[in-house]
C-alpha cells in the first residue's frame, strides 16, 4: 500500500505524494530527532528531508526499498544539519540545549549520557550505531541504508563500542 | 561502565513531532512538489542517455581512476595552493588588474566573481535546492544559486582571473591540474577565496546619479523637482558607519538624510491649504562667496481621529537570504509594532514570497490582534525570492478588502533582489503603476545588508506612491513605522511638485543640493500626468539650493557675451525678490493639481549662519555631510570638524536622539577617513 503511493507520487501523483508525506512525518521527524538530539534541529531536518522528498521522488525506482532510502535521505539531512550547527559554533546555545535535555531526562537511567557519547562518535560509527540500537535494524539492513558491505557495518559497531567505553569512562571520571 | 547496554539506545522515545512544524514541512513538501512538477514540464536539462560529457572527459576519466595516477593527483594539490598565493602576488603586484564592479547591470562576469564568494558554502545548500528552482534562462542572473547549481559547466574557471595565473603556471605543473578540470576548478575555490585581496563584493545596488550641477541662471533660470520624503539613505548610512566603513559614495542621496530629520517648520493651519512653506536665505557655511536659499515645508498634520480607515496588506519576503537577525526578526517586531499602532476597525493581511507566493493571513480586522501576531510569528525563512508574483497576491488581497475613503496601502518588506518571475525593473513598476492609478499605493521597507537593491526598491515606493524606509534598527522601525505611522500612512498630498524661478538680476549660479534622482523637466511641473513624491500627515520636506549671489567672487560660468536684454520679462527687479517658488500637489483622491506661490525676498535673508534657526543649521549641516560623503568637490575642504561644530550648535530639543546620533556619525565618518577630528 505504501509501495503503491511511493510508485503513484514518483509518476507526479500529488495525493500520493500528500499521503505518502503525511503517514512518514513522524518516522522522519523521529529519525531526525534520535540524529540530531535537538527539537528544533529535528524540526529543521524533517522539512528539509520533506522538501528533498518532493523532487527526488520523481521518477523513483525501486519503490520495495521506500524505507531503506528514505533512512539514507534523512540521514544526509541530518548530517548537513550537524554540520551547519557546527559551522554556527554558538557554543553557548548549545551549551544550554545540553543542559536542558539533561534536565528534561534526569530520570533517564544514564541513557542521556550514552546519547551525548554516541553523538560525539565518528559518523559512520554512529550512524552504525543508532541504526542498529537506536531503530532497531539488523546489520544487513543497516548495510543497506549506509550502502556499504555488512562486515563493515560490524567493524563499525565494534570500533564504536571501544570508543564508547573509552568516552564514557572519559565523562565518569 | 566497562558493560555497554546499547540497548538503552532503543528505550528512548523521541518526543511527538510539533504539529505546527508538521504542517510546515507538510505544505513545504507539497509546494515543491508542485514545483518540481513545473519543471519537469519544461524538460529540463539533458534528454538522452547517459551523462553529458565530452570526448576528453571521456578518455581521461578512466585513466583518473586508475591508482597510479595517485602522483598527479597529488600535484594537483599542490598546484592548487601555488595557483592560490601565484594569483595573489599577481593581484597585489598589480599584474592582473582587478576589476570593481559596481554596475547596476550583473553580468557574466560579475556572476563568477560571486560565485567565489563564501557565500558559495549556502549556495551548495541551495543547490539540493536547485532541483526547484528555475535553473534556465534567469540562471546568469540568479547568481549565487546558479553558481552552485551542479549543472554547472565544468570549467566556470575559464573566464576568471585565476585560469590566467595557471596558464602562467610552468608547463609541467599545469599538466597535472588541467587533467581533471571539474576537480581542480572546485578545489581551486577555496584558496581563490583566500587569496583573494579585493573586497568582497557586495550585491546591492543604488540608484543614484553624479551631484546636480551648477547651473547658470542665465540659461537654466528655473529648477524643478519632486518631493521626496524618503529616509532609506540615511539609515544606509548609519549602517555603513557604525559596521565600520565609510558608505559607498552612491548610497548616499543627500536630501533623503535631510529628510530624515524632524524639523519644526511652520506647518499649515488647515488641511485646506496642505503645506506651508518657510524659506531662509543665509550665508554658505562652506563656501564665503555663495549662499544658502532654504526651503522646509511641512505637510498638514491629521489629527489621530480624522485618520481614514486603514486596509494594509503586509508583502513579507520570507526567502533563505532572510534568515539573518537584522533581516525577519527584526522585520516581525517591527510589524508588531506597527499593528500595536492601527485602529480596531484597520484591517490587515500577510502575504509571502520565497518561490511561491502564499497568502498567510486573509484580511483581517485589527480588532483580532492576537490573530494577527501569532500570523506573523509564523513566518520562516526559506525558498528563493519571486517578488512579482507576490506582489500581484498583495495587490489581490487590498483589493478584496479595499476601503473606499480610507488608505489601501501594501507594505513591502524584503532584503533586496526579486530574482524569481517576470521581475524586470519595467514589469513591476508597470503592476504597480496600475494599481496606484485603482488607489492602492505601495510603501517599502528594506532590511539587511548584502543583498540591498536600492534601486528596485525606490523605482517601487516612487511609482507606487510610497516610501521607501531602510530598517537597520528596532529604534528605525519605531521610528518608521510608529512615530511617522501617521506621515507614511495617510497621504495628505500626491504629486507634489516645487518648481523655483531665479531672478537672473540677483542670482548668478544655483545648485540643487541633493535630489538628483528626483530632478524633473521644467514642463513636466505644469503636466498633471508626469508622477512625483507624495507628502503624508505631518511630513516635512527641505530642499536646499546653494546660490551665488550676482558679482560674487565665487560664479564659476562668465557672464554671456551676447546675452544682454534676454531677461526682459523678469517684472521683480527692484521688489528685492531673489526668486520664485511655485509648489504644485493634487488632493490624495484628486486628478487636478492645484497651484501656490510664494516670492522668496531680502526679508526672508540672514546676515550669518548663526542668525538662522537651529532647525535651519541643523539640515544644512546634515546637507554638509550628505555631499562630503558624496564626494561632492565644493565640500572637500570643508571639515567633518566643522560640520559636527555646527550640527552640535544647532541640536536644540532632541527628545528621541536623532541629533545626537547624527553628531556619533559625523565623529566616526571623520575618524574613518582618516581626516584630524576637531
Known amino acids: 500500500m505504501e509501495t503503491e503511493l511511493v510508485e503513484k507520487a514518483a509518476l507526479g501523483d500529488r495525493q500520493a505524494f500528500a499521503a505518502l508525506i503525511e503517514g512518514r512525518y513522524d518516522f522522519i521527524?523521529?529519525?531526525?530527532?534520535?540524529?540530531?538530539?535537538?527539537?528544533?534541529?529535528?524540526?529543521d531536518v524533517a522539512q528539509e528531508v520533506c522538501i528533498r522528498l518532493a523532487s527526488a521522488i520523481r521518477g523513483f525506482k525501486g519503490a520495495s526499498r521506500f524505507g531503506t532510502w528514505l533512512y539514507a535521505v534523512t540521514l544526509n539531512a541530518a548530517r548537513d544539519q550537524m554540520r551547519k550547527r557546527r559551522r554556527a559554533e554558538w557554543r553557548d546555545a548549545a551549551y544550554l540545549r545540553e543542559k536542558a535535555v539533561l534536565e528534561d531526562h534526569s530520570a533517564d537511567d544514564g541513557g542521556e549520557e550514552l546519547w551525548q557519547a554516541v553523538r560525539r562518535l565518528p559518523d559512520k560509527q554512529r550512524d552504525a550505531v543508532l541504526l542498529i540500537y537506536g531503530e532497531g535494524l539488523t546489520h544487513a539492513a543497516a548495510a543497506d541504508v549506509l550502502g556499504c558491505a555488512e562486515t563493515t557495518i560490524s567493524w563499525h559497531v565494534h570500533e564504536a563500542r571501544k570508543r564508547l567505553k573509552v568516552l564514557l569512562r572519559d565523562a565518569a571520571a | 561502565m566497562t558493560d555497554l547496554d546499547l540497548d538503552k539506545l532503543s528505550r528512548r522515545q523521541p518526543p511527538s513531532a510539533d504539529a505546527s512544524a508538521r504542517a510546515a514541512a507538510l505544505a513545504a513538501a507539497m509546494q515543491a512538489f508542485d514545483e518540481a512538477e513545473k519543471n519537469t514540464q519544461a524538460a529540463q536539462g539533458f534528454t538522452g542517455g547517459g551523462r553529458p560529457s565530452s570526448i576528453f572527459n571521456r578518455i581521461w576519466s578512466p585513466i583518473m581512476n586508475r591508482r597510479f595516477l595517485a602522483g598527479s593527483a597529488l600535484a594537483t594539490l599542490l598546484v592548487v595552493p601555488v595557483a592560490g598565493l601565484f594569483t595573489y602576488e599577481l593581484v597585489r603586484n598589480g599584474t592582473v588588474p582587478l576589476k570593481s564592479e559596481t554596475g547596476?547591470?550583473?553580468?557574466?562576469?560579475?556572476?563568477?566573481?560571486?560565485?567565489?564568494?563564501?557565500?558559495?558554502?549556502?549556495?551548495?545548500?541551495?543547490?539540493?535546492?536547485?532541483?526547484?528552482?528555475?535553473?534556465?534562462?534567469?540562471?546568469?542572473?540568479?547568481?549565487?544559486?546558479?553558481?552552485?547549481?551542479?549543472?554547472?559547466?565544468?570549467?566556470?574557471?575559464?573566464?576568471?582571473?585565476?585560469?590566467?595565473?595557471?596558464?602562467?603556471?610552468?608547463?609541467?605543473?599545469?599538466?597535472?591540474?588541467?587533467?581533471?578540470?571539474?576537480?581542480?576548478?572546485?578545489?581551486?575555490?577555496?584558496?581563490?577565496?583566500?587569496?583573494?585581496?579585493?573586497?568582497?563584493?557586495?550585491?546591492?545596488?543604488?540608484?543614484?546619479?553624479?551631484?546636480?550641477?551648477?547651473?547658470?541662471?542665465?540659461?537654466?533660470?528655473?529648477?524643478?523637482?519632486?518631493?521626496?520624503?524618503d529616509t532609506a539613505s540615511y539609515s544606509y548610512v548609519r549602517r555603513s558607519l557604525l559596521g565600520g566603513s565609510l558608505p559607498d559614495p552612491e548610497a548616499v542621496r543627500v536630501e533623503e538624510m535631510v529628510n530624515y530629520f524632524p524639523y519644526d517648520w511652520k506647518g499649515p493651519e488647515t488641511a485646506e491649504k496642505p503645506f506651508n512653506a518657510t524659506v531662509t536665505v543665509m550665508p554658505t557655511p562652506w563656501n564665503k562667496g555663495t549662499e544658502l536659499l532654504h526651503i522646509g515645508i511641512k505637510g498638514f498634520d491629521t489629527a489621530p481621529a480624522e485618520q481614514p480607515s486603514a486596509n494594509l496588506v503586509f508583502l513579507i519576503d520570507v526567502s533563505g537570504s532572510m534568515d539573518e537577525p537584522d533581516k525577519l526578526p527584526l522585520l516581525k517586531s517591527a510589524f508588531r509594532l506597527l499593528v500595536g499602532k492601527?485602529?480596531?476597525?484597520?484591517?490587515?493581511?500577510?502575504?509571502?514570497?520565497?518561490?511561491?507566493?502564499?497568502?498567510?493571513?486573509?484580511?483581517?480586522?485589527?480588532?483580532?490582534?492576537?490573530?494577527?501576531?501569532?500570523a506573523i510569528d509564523t513566518l520562516r525563512p526559506g525558498g528563493s525570492t519571486a517578488g512579482a508574483e507576490g506582489i500581484e497576491t498583495a495587490y489581490r488581497l487590498a483589493e478584496k478588502a479595499f476601503r473606499k475613503d480610507g488608505v489601501n496601502r501594501v507594505m513591502l518588506a524584503t532584503d533586496g533582489d526579486f530574482n524569481v518571475g517576470p521581475a524586470s525593473d519595467e514589469d513591476l513598476k508597470r503592476i504597480i503603476e496600475a494599481h496606484r492609478r485603482s488607489g492602492i499605493f505601495l510603501s517599502v521597507l528594506g532590511f539587511g545588508r548584502g543583498n540591498y537593491n536600492d534601486g528596485m526598491m525606490q523605482t517601487l515606493a516612487q511609482n507606487g506612491n510610497g516610501t521607501a524606509a531602510y530598517i537597520d534598527t528596532l529604534a528605525e522601525a519605531q521610528?518608521?513605522?510608529?512615530?511617522?505611522?501617521?506621515?507614511?500612512?495617510?497621504?495628505?498630498?500626491?504629486?507634489?511638485?516645487?518648481?523655483?524661478?531665479?531672478?537672473?538680476?540677483?542670482?548668478?549660479?544655483?545648485?540643487?543640493?541633493?535630489?538628483?534622482?528626483?530632478?524633473?523637466?521644467?514642463?513636466?511641473?505644469?503636466?498633471?500626468?508626469?508622477d512625483a513624491g507624495d507628502i503624508g500627515s505631518g511630513h516635512r520636506v527641505t530642499a536646499i539650493y546653494e546660490v551665488t549671489p550676482k558679482g560674487s567672487p565665487a560664479v564659476l560660468n562668465d557672464p554671456l557675451r551676447y546675452g544682454k536684454g534676454e531677461s526682459a520679462a523678469t517684472p521683480a527687479t527692484d521688489g528685492g525678490e531673489l526668486a520664485f517658488l511655485k509648489m504644485r500637489w493634487k488632493k490624495p483622491d484628486g486628478d487636478t493639481s492645484e497651484l501656490a506661490t510664494m516670492p522668496v525676498t531680502d526679508a526672508d535673508a540672514v546676515a550669518d549662519v548663526d542668525a538662522a534657526s537651529a532647525d535651519v543649521r541643523f539640515s544644512v549641516a546634515?546637507?554638509?555631510?550628505?555631499?562630503?560623503?558624496?564626494?561632492?568637490?565644493?565640500?572637500?575642504?570643508?571639515?567633518?570638524?566643522?560640520?559636527?561644530?555646527?550640527?552640535?550648535?544647532a541640536r536644540g530639543n532632541d527628545p528621541?536622539?536623532?541629533r545626537a546620533e547624527f553628531l556619533k556619525l559625523v565623529r566616526l565618518a571623520s575618524g574613518l577617513s582618516g581626516e584630524k577630528a576637531q
Open chain 2, 104 to 229: 547596476i547591470a550583473a553580468g557574466p562576469a560579475d556572476a563568477d566573481q560571486r560565485a567565489r564568494k563564501p557565500v558559495a558554502e549556502k549556495a551548495k545548500a541551495e543547490a539540493q535546492l536547485a532541483a526547484k528552482t528555475d535553473a534556465s534562462a534567469k540562471a546568469a542572473a540568479d547568481t549565487a544559486e546558479s553558481a552552485g547549481t551542479p549543472a554547472a559547466e565544468p570549467a566556470p574557471l575559464a573566464e576568471s582571473q585565476d585560469e590566467e595565473a595557471i596558464a602562467a603556471m610552468p608547463q609541467s605543473l599545469a599538466v597535472g591540474g588541467a587533467a581533471n578540470g571539474q576537480a581542480l576548478s572546485r578545489m581551486a575555490v577555496p584558496p581563490s577565496v583566500i587569496a583573494m585581496p579585493a573586497p568582497v563584493e557586495d550585491r546591492e545596488r543604488f540608484a543614484s546619479a553624479d551631484p546636480n550641477p551648477v547651473k547658470s541662471v542665465a540659461s537654466d533660470p528655473v529648477s524643478t523637482f519632486s518631493a521626496d520624503v
Open chain 1, 29 to 43: 521527524h523521529a529519525v531526525a530527532w534520535r540524529w540530531c538530539g535537538d527539537r528544533q534541529d529535528a524540526e
Open chain 2, 342 to 374: 492601527l485602529k480596531d476597525t484597520d484591517t490587515v493581511s500577510v502575504v509571502t514570497y520565497a518561490g511561491d507566493a502564499g497568502v498567510v493571513l486573509e484580511p483581517t480586522a485589527v480588532k483580532e490582534r492576537q490573530t494577527i501576531l501569532d
Open chain 2, 622 to 649: 546634515v546637507a554638509a555631510f550628505g555631499q562630503k560623503l558624496k564626494g561632492v568637490t565644493a565640500l572637500q575642504d570643508y571639515a567633518y570638524g566643522s560640520i559636527l561644530g555646527l550640527a552640535e550648535a
Open chain 2, 656 to 658: 528621541f536622539g536623532y
Open chain 2, 479 to 530: 521610528k518608521a513605522l510608529v512615530e511617522e505611522a501617521g506621515s507614511s500612512l495617510f497621504p495628505i498630498a500626491k504629486d507634489v511638485k516645487f518648481q523655483i524661478e531665479f531672478n537672473p538680476a540677483r542670482i548668478a549660479e544655483y545648485r540643487l543640493i541633493g535630489y538628483e534622482t528626483r530632478v524633473l523637466n521644467r514642463e513636466d511641473f505644469n503636466n498633471d500626468k508626469v
